[in-house]
């Protein structure tokens, strides 16, 4: 049986879980290999203070049969790298399933992946989507054909486990689950702005304002107008 790899896209400042949840969960798939690519092999620090290393490069890394963009300050100067929006494209060409995590959605946005499909991000950044030209739809986890994107930070483990179910099966995807305790029980109900109390929310408008700003000027700027 040929192995299915399975590609993260690393770039300075991205939000770690945004890749290791899914990482986690994508490394335990049987007969894969999992491949973490930037654009040097050099160590790329993350948004909390942990660097991340990279097994291959851009200029080596196998066709992937399923690419995965995470999310995180960082995409505001990602959109705007060639190097890395030409490496997303062209893997994305033949891969089988083509994804993102919280606002890596926006880098398949800057790579024209996801005009005219449906898709969901970050709940802060929702709104911008159409910009790149896709359809805000909520929920965890959006399929479009071959392109899912899954939501904000944590969506991505969900995202993980559905994928292994598909490839796998439901048994070995619930094997995965229960290997990593993935149990969820959070003391709040807040997650979700749905379900957060008024106040929490408010609590997060200036703080998200600045960066939703940084992302429309670098999304208008890559964006054909």
Request: aromatic letters at 6%; hydrophobic letters at 40%; charged letters at 15%.
């Amino acid at each position: 049986m040929s192995v299915f790899n399975i590609g993260f896209v690393l770039f300075p400042e991205l939000t770690q879980l945004d890749f290791t949840g899914p990482l986690q969960v994508l490394a335990r798939l049987p007969q894969s290999a999992t491949h973490i690519v930037a654009k040097s092999c050099a160590p790329v620090p993350s948004d909390c203070g942990l660097s991340l290393l990279p097994t291959c490069t851009f200029a080596n890394c196998p066709p992937l049969n399923m690419i995965c963009v995470p999310g995180g300050s960082g995409v505001v100067a990602a959109i705007r790298d060639q190097e890395t929006i030409d490496f997303v494209r062209r893997q994305a060409e033949t891969a089988k399933y083509v994804t993102s995590v919280c606002t890596g959605a926006f880098v398949l946005g800057a790579a024209g992946l996801i005009k005219a499909r449906r898709a969901t991000t970050h709940w802060a950044y929702t709104d911008l989507l159409s910009l790149v030209g896709a359809t805000h739809e909520k929920g965890r986890i959006v399929r479009d054909g071959n392109v899912i994107t899954a939501g904000g930070v944590t969506s991505g483990i969900d995202f993980g486990l559905s994928i292994a179910a598909e490839l796998a099966g439901n048994e070995t995807a619930q094997a995965i689950q229960l290997g990593i305790e993935y149990d969820p029980a959070p003391p709040f109900d807040a997650g979700h702005p749905d379900r957060a109390p008024q106040a929490v929310r408010a609590s997060l408008t200036g703080r998200y304002e600045k960066s939703r700003s940084a992302y429309r000027a670098s999304i208008e700027d890559v964006m054909p107008h």
